[in-house]
């Protein structure tokens, strides 16, 4: 995205070229507020702060531009940008209230801590170093130093490894090791030099012409102090200016050159009126901006609270409109699976009735037929019993007279051709009668077995039996 590329060149050249740090910062600034990209907006506040401080053009609203970039910094949850802004207010304070710096130096650390920030707890030691270094505290100042340096010396950052070398070389000069000084200030000035680290170099070549003036090498401190004039109007650096005419006056002083210095302690006088009035106005800007902004942060604070609680009734009420869906999904998935298995239920109802419809149809088949079989059974019955009666009954008068025939023909009382001739005639009634009997037996219009008789007394012949019997 356009504005994190801005914000990236911004704090890459904070500490070669400044005002463009400035101009880069109200381009990402403008471009996050036309987008509504907030961390952007963030990111940019902090850092024209940075911007103006190192330009001491309009640093009186640096603090106003901390708090805001904190403000959303807090909203959005970024430990980084909240790290670095608390780091930058010290760095604020750190020429009006050490005691207060110092207390956001280690809120930046704590937090930095937590989020496993090491760059920014190493950066914010070489502060702290700064700090105990200036309030004579040297053991804890080195201490400091050792641990930045032994992290941005594995991360070979240039910038970090210049301003511990800056500050180291100020505690030697201050324990009055000036060898020792002048050697790690000449160190630091080769890195700033090579890195362009202008702002600092100022800083480095007064620590430097401090040191000549105290080995009275008056020209190298002479020039040193012309090499630092030259960028600080490149720079139009306020507060640099002021510094030189103070390293003139203390070299002019050193010189026996009482004249001189007088001029300049008077120009360091007038300067020292505005400072001082400026100074005032700027610590009262300071106390009411940290004052607003402790009122905002409380109510940032509670509307963050107000949204968190906020988000958790969201989530429930979410979750619980999910939870419902779901309940409804599975009624309505259960009642077509009810009304589905009802359908079955009914078309399977429906076929049993067809089936015991069917059922009944052949039951009552059935019953017809064994009905019909019974009632033909007892006819037959019927038959069989008037069969045997009539069989009984009919055949056994031709066989007795057959019989009598035999008896007669055995006591010769019969002659042979009559014999003969009676027991043709009982055959063919004994014939005539079983032919008669199989056709009523056969016939299902013959109810009973009736043998009439012809009016001579004998049997009328019954008619020939159907085909196939």
């Known amino acids: 995205m356009r504005v994190e590329q801005l914000n990236k060149y911004a704090e890459k050249i904070r500490h070669t070229d400044p005002e463009k740090t400035l101009l880069t910062a109200n381009r990402a600034l403008q471009l996050a507020q036309k987008i509504n990209f907030e961390l952007g907006m963030a990111e940019a506040y902090r850092l024209k702060g940075v911007g103006y401080v190192a330009t001491s053009v309009g640093d009186d609203k640096t603090i106003a531009l901390y708090l805001q970039a904190l403000t959303l910094f807090k909203k959005h949850g970024h430990k980084y940008g909240e790290a670095m802004v608390y780091n930058n207010i010290g760095n604020r304070y750190k020429l009006y209230d050490r005691k207060k710096a110092l207390a956001y ?16 707890v190493a950066g914010c030691s070489i502060n702290i170093a700064d700090i105990f270094a200036r309030e004579k505290k040297y053991s804890n ?30 505690l030697l000069s201050e324990q009055n090791k000036n060898d020792e000084a ?33 080995k009275k090498q008056y020209e190298t401190a002479e020039r040193i102090i012309q090499e630092d004039l030259s960028l600080v109007k490149r720079l139009n650096n306020k507060k640099g200016y002021y510094n030189i005419l103070k390293e003139y006056y203390y070299l002019e002083k050193a010189r026996g050159n009482h004249n001189e210095a007088l001029g300049y302690l008077e120009t360091l ?8 009035r400026e100074l005032v106005s700027k610590k009262f800007t300071l106390s009411k901006d940290q004052y607003e902004f402790l009122e905002k942060q409380k109510q940032t604070e509670l509307l963050l609270e107000k949204q968190k609680r906020n988000k958790v009734i969201i989530i429930a009420s979410a979750i619980v409109l999910l939870l419902s869906f779901a309940v409804i999904a599975l009624l309505v998935i259960q009642t077509r699976k009810k009304a589905k ?14 089936q015991k419809e069917n059922l009944n149809k052949v039951n009552q088949n059935l019953e017809n037929i064994i009905e019909e079989r019974t009632q033909d059974l007892q006819v037959k019955n019927l038959k069989l019993s008037q069969y045997s009666s009539h069989l009984s009954h009919e055949i056994r008068s031709p066989i007795s007279t057959i019989k009598g025939l035999l008896i007669l023909d055995d006591e010769d009382l019969i002659d042979d051709q009559e014999l003969i001739s009676e027991v043709k005639r009982c055959v063919e ?31 009328i012949k019954p008619p020939p039996p159907a085909e196939g019997i």
């Open 141 to 170: 100042a080195l201490a400091n130093l050792a641990r930045s340096y032994k992290y941005f010396s594995a991360k070979k950052d240039s910038s970090a490894i210049s301003i511990i070398l800056s500050t180291k070389g100020y």
């Open 182 to 214: 002048l050697a790690v200030f000449t160190q630091c000035k080769d890195i700033c030099l090579k890195k362009q680290f202008s702002p600092r170099l100022i800083s480095v070549n007064l620590n430097l012409a401090d040191i000549y003036i105290n």
């Open 429 to 459: 009634e004994i014939d005539h009668k079983l032919l008669n009997i199989n056709q009523m037996l056969h016939n299902p219009q013959y109810k009973a077995f009736v043998l009439p008789e012809d009016k001579n007394g004998g049997i």
């Open 341 to 354: 298995t009802l359908k079955q239920m009914q078309e399977l109802n429906e076929e049993i009735s067809v």
């Open 269 to 276: 006088y007038r300067q020292d009126s505005v400072s001082i």
């Open 105 to 120: 130096y280690y809120r930046a650390v704590e937090i930095a801590d937590k989020a496993g920030l090491d760059e920014i």
